[in-house]
């Protein structure tokens, strides 16, 4: 586990929650539901004009933290990149969506969101972000990190007969 990966696993993180952001007024006329993920994260912190841009920098920011676990975790995810992405993602929402009951509840600005809980228009919304973000997620997070590093280098060869006959009819002699 190294530092660089994680931090690449925080852009890959990143990017796919923008790529969430970026597409949300479409899936908002798709389930014909005005749930917002960077409205609920924007206007927790401030109920002014100016929660849109806040909400979009908390909703990445949120990418990014779950990118970079997913980078220093993915090893022992099994499946192809996609898949991999895919259901840590969907794990991590059926994980949390019974804490929209607490948004409901709680939210300052509870009276101008859409209710979540008991919502299926609005859980079916979740459900394909939160999948659109595991998918772009793993395919990114594959490509800038190097899996080379992964492995361990072969075993040149042993005396009990296990190892690389390759790697030993090639090694130097010291």
Known sequence: MTLVRSLR?????????GAVAAQMPLDKQLFDCDYDDTEILGK???RGGEW????VALHVQNGAVFGAAYALGQPFVPGPPVLRGLLVAMAEHMATWPA?????????????LVPLWGNRRALAQATWRHALFGVVLGVIEHVLNDRSADEPPPIPASS?????IESAAVAEVA
């Open 9 to 17: 696993g925080a852009v890959a993180g990143g990017i796919a929650a």
């Open 44 to 46: 927790f912190v401030s």
């Open 160 to 164: 009990n007969g296990h190892g690389d």
């Open 100 to 112: 929209t009951r607490l948004v409901d509840r709680y939210h300052p600005a509870r009276r101008e």
């Open 52 to 55: 849109r841009p806040i909400g």
